[in-house]
């Protein structure tokens, strides 16, 4: 199909996308894209017993609303659908002192991909034998500290960083736990840049190639490293266990090769994460308990054809935990209806953020819902495009959505499913001033990442001043 001159958000036309369907009551939460404690109350919305009128009054908007017991809950859900598993929290979409200690506290581990998320969990006193240090490209200063700390593995991902690791036990006397990152060749159903085990990308090391088993080699011959096992990832917003099974396949058939060849039985394996949720009514995604019962009947069923030992399993959600448990709340400050051909008219929400708070509908295309969040209205609805205040015709928040037809200046605007990739994404383009968390429980709303200031935004523009 031909794309449109003016890009991909036009190419659906006035009318949205073929799956959107025109609510009866555009007041409506359509609540399994939602928090679990989400719902409206005279047409104001409240998470965690909060509404967000009342929190927009007093810690302002743009915000980020973090609904404690949700995020609490499904780390409880993939800690008791996958007990027999390792689960580890990948920190990357989203991370604050706060969540590592709910985290800690639910009793997952935490994976964490730079100096600065190794930084929270030791500020927040994350147990460091539950920490899994990644990264395709790890300083020496990010693994001395990791050593130093006692993180319980180290992803490693390149031959480069296998020595750089060696170096670092080698000069500070003490050892690390490696698992070896490995790319099965597998084309997860999702956006090219968060499909991430196929062979042309930059993470991990081919199986096809032999530079897997080569890297195996390596971790065994290395003084000072111990190999656990074999890590896999095959991409983001996986809905199903179909490409967790041929991974699995090809994955367990280099663990066997490595007992037979090297002589080596690896006790540990990891599958990763990228687990879906729902942005839109367009998703469906499984639940734990499923998805548990499916990926562990794979590894069992492809263990028995090798004859081989299952080894202990681990996975890394992330987005599954973070994503439904935070929406973002904004104030809109215009309504313009825009003219297209053939008569049409497209109604554009101007709110007060847009990508600097949520780049991922910039970046991957993504689509997202939202609610009319501080009022109920009584006109029908009209298709409406959220769009922030930035110096971007891409700066779009919600490409399609319908909102009460009289929506208008000074109405919160809620979007939900803005846990993963949106506050740890965040940017100060346009010298925006990035939006506070806000943990909400029990109505009860407490500050755990502060709004920006201007004190904060320049206080690394040393403006070359003496």
Same mark, same amino acid.
């Given at each position: 199909?031909?794309?449109?001159?003016?890009?991909?958000?036009?190419?659906?036309?006035?009318?949205?996308?073929?799956?959107?369907?025109?609510?009866?009551?555009?007041?409506?939460?359509?609540?399994?894209?939602?928090?679990?404690?989400?719902?409206?109350?005279?047409?104001?919305?409240?998470?965690?017993?909060?509404?967000?009128?009342?929190?927009?009054?007093?810690?302002?908007?743009?915000?980020?609303?973090?609904?404690?017991?949700?995020?609490?809950?499904?780390?409880?859900?993939?800690?008791?659908?996958?007990?027999?598993?390792?689960?580890?929290?990948?920190?990357?979409?989203?991370?604050?002192?706060?969540?590592?200690?709910?985290? !800690?506290?639910?009793? %997952?581990?935490?994976?964490?991909?730079?100096? *600065? @998320? +190794?930084?929270? #969990?030791? =500020?927040? $006193?994350?147990?460091? !034998?539950?920490?899994? %240090?990644?990264?395709?490209?790890?300083?020496? *200063? @990010? +693994?001395?500290? #990791?050593? =130093?700390? $006692?993180?319980?593995?180290?992803?490693?991902?390149?031959?480069?960083?296998?020595?750089?690791?060696?170096?670092?036990?080698?000069?500070?006397?003490?050892?690390?736990?490696?698992?070896?990152?490995?790319?099965?060749?597998?084309?997860?159903?999702?956006?090219?840049?968060?499909?991430?085990?196929?062979?042309?990308?930059?993470?991990?090391?081919?199986?096809?190639?032999?530079?897997?088993?080569?890297?195996?080699?390596?971790?065994?011959?290395?003084?000072?490293?111990?190999?656990?096992?074999?890590?896999?990832?095959?991409?983001?917003?996986?809905?199903?266990?179909?490409?967790?099974?041929?991974?699995?396949?090809?994955?367990?058939?280099?663990?066997?090769?490595?007992?037979?060849?090297?002589?080596?039985?690896?006790?540990?394996?990891?599958?990763?994460?990228?687990?879906?949720?729902?942005?839109?009514?367009?998703?469906?995604?499984?639940?734990?308990?499923?998805?548990?019962?499916?990926?562990?009947?794979?590894?069992?069923?492809?263990?028995?054809?090798?004859?081989?030992?299952?080894?202990?399993?681990?996975?890394?959600?992330?987005?599954?935990?973070?994503?439904?448990?935070?929406?973002?709340?904004?104030?809109?400050?215009?309504?313009?209806?825009?003219?297209?051909?053939?008569?049409?008219?497209?109604?554009?929400?101007?709110?007060?953020?847009?990508?600097?708070?949520?780049?991922?509908?910039?970046?991957?295309?993504?689509?997202?819902?939202?609610?009319?969040?501080?009022?109920?209205?009584?006109?029908?609805?009209?298709?409406?495009?959220?769009?922030?205040?930035?110096?971007?015709?891409?700066?779009?928040?919600?490409?399609?959505?319908?909102?009460?037809?009289?929506?208008?200046?000074?109405?919160?605007?809620?979007?939900?499913?803005?846990?993963?990739?949106?506050?740890?994404?965040?940017?100060?383009?346009?010298?925006?001033?990035?939006?506070?968390?806000?943990?909400?429980?029990?109505?009860?709303?407490r500050v755990v990442v502060r709004r920006e200031t201007e004190d904060d935004l320049l206080a690394t523009d040393v403006g070359g001043l003496e």
């Open positions: 199909m031909r794309a449109h001159e003016a890009g991909w958000a036009h190419a659906e036309g006035p009318r949205g996308p073929s799956w959107l369907r025109e609510p009866s009551d555009p007041n409506d939460l359509v609540t399994h894209l939602w928090s679990t404690t989400a719902r409206k109350s005279d047409g104001v919305l409240e998470v965690g017993g909060v509404a967000l009128s009342d929190l927009v009054a007093e810690h302002g908007s743009p915000a980020y609303v973090l609904d404690e017991a949700d995020f609490r809950g499904r780390a409880r859900a993939f800690r008791d659908a996958f007990a027999d598993y390792d689960v580890f929290y990948a920190g990357k979409a989203f991370l604050s002192i706060a969540a590592a200690r709910w985290i !800690a506290e639910e009793g %997952l581990g935490l994976d964490v991909c730079s100096g *600065g @998320e +190794l930084s929270v #969990a030791e =500020r927040a $006193g994350f147990p460091m !034998a539950r920490v899994e %240090l990644h990264g395709n490209n790890k300083t020496v *200063g @990010e +693994l001395e500290r #990791a050593v =130093r700390l $006692g993180v319980g593995r180290v992803v490693v991902d390149s031959f480069d960083e296998i020595e750089r690791l060696a170096a670092v036990v080698a000069r500070e006397g003490l050892p690390a736990r490696v698992m070896v990152r490995v790319t099965a060749g597998v084309e997860a159903h999702t956006h090219e840049y968060i499909a991430t085990a196929h062979e042309d990308q930059k993470f991990g090391f081919s199986i096809t190639s032999g530079d897997a088993l080569e890297a195996v080699r390596r971790v065994l011959d290395a003084p000072g490293l111990e190999l656990l096992g074999l890590h896999s990832h095959i991409g983001s917003q996986i809905f199903d266990s179909a490409g967790f099974e041929v991974a699995a396949k090809r994955v367990l058939a280099l663990h066997a090769r490595v007992a037979t060849e090297l002589g080596a039985t690896m006790p540990q394996m990891d599958l990763g994460g990228g687990f879906g949720i729902a942005y839109t009514t367009q998703d469906d995604p499984a639940e734990p308990a499923r998805l548990a019962a499916e990926m562990s009947a794979i590894v069992a069923h492809e263990c028995r054809a090798l004859g081989i030992a299952e080894p202990h399993l681990s996975i890394e959600p992330g987005r599954a935990i973070a994503g439904p448990a935070m929406c973002t709340v904004y104030e809109v400050g215009t309504v313009k209806a825009v003219r297209l051909d053939g008569g049409a008219v497209r109604t554009y929400v101007s709110v007060d953020g847009g990508m600097s708070d949520n780049i991922r509908t910039a970046l991957y295309d993504a689509d997202y819902s939202c609610t009319l969040a501080s009022r109920v209205s009584d006109a029908p609805p009209v298709l409406a495009r959220v769009v922030g205040k930035h110096c971007e015709a891409g700066d779009i928040v919600v490409k399609d959505e319908f909102l009460p037809g009289d929506v208008a200046p000074g109405d919160l605007l809620a979007v939900p499913g803005t846990g993963a990739y949106c506050r740890s994404m965040a940017s100060n383009y346009n010298h925006a001033l990035r939006p506070p968390v806000i943990a909400v429980r029990d109505g009860v709303a």
